[in-house]
């Protein structure tokens, strides 16, 4: 998983690097308005930036995914009956000990 969230974030730096767009301030400078649909913004811009919208929210939602498995501790509860037969298989318990524990539970 930890892969995974590398992966991710290198993926998210060259988009964001991406989405800033390669051009200067155009013919007005850093504080004049200049032509704004050519300075990184215009039409693969804005794909880049609905782009990376939806990364964040895909990556979001694995996060909120990997919290709510933590918090409900991840598996589902065993039976007693699962765990008898495991422990059985683990030859932790003989055959007679897993027939009388097994007709406990039942009863």
């Known amino acids: 998983m930890k892969t995974f969230y590398t992966i991710f974030a290198l993926m998210m730096a060259g988009l964001l690097v991406s989405c800033g767009g390669m051009g200067g301030y155009g013919d007005q400078g850093p504080g004049g308005w200049g032509?704004?649909?050519?300075?990184g913004f215009g039409f693969g811009g804005m794909f880049m930036w609905i782009l990376l919208v939806?990364?964040?929210g895909v990556v979001a939602y694995f996060i909120i995914q990997?919290?709510?498995a933590k918090t409900t501790?991840?598996?589902t509860q065993?039976?007693?009956?699962?765990i008898l037969k495991k422990?059985?298989?683990?030859?932790?318990?003989s055959k007679e000990d897993f027939d009388?524990?097994?007709?406990?539970?039942e009863t």
Do not use: C, F, Q
Not at 78 to 82: F, G, H, I, N, Y
Not at 87 to 93: F, L, P, Q, T, V
Not at 100 to 105: E, F, H, I, N, P
């Open 35 to 39: 032509p704004m649909m050519h300075s």
């Open 54 to 56: 939806i990364v964040i």
């Open 66 to 68: 990997n919290i709510r």
């Open 73 to 75: 501790g991840g598996a």
């Open 78 to 82: 065993e039976t007693p009956l699962d």
């Open 87 to 93: 422990r059985y298989a683990k030859g932790e318990i």
């Open 100 to 105: 009388r524990m097994k007709r406990d539970l």
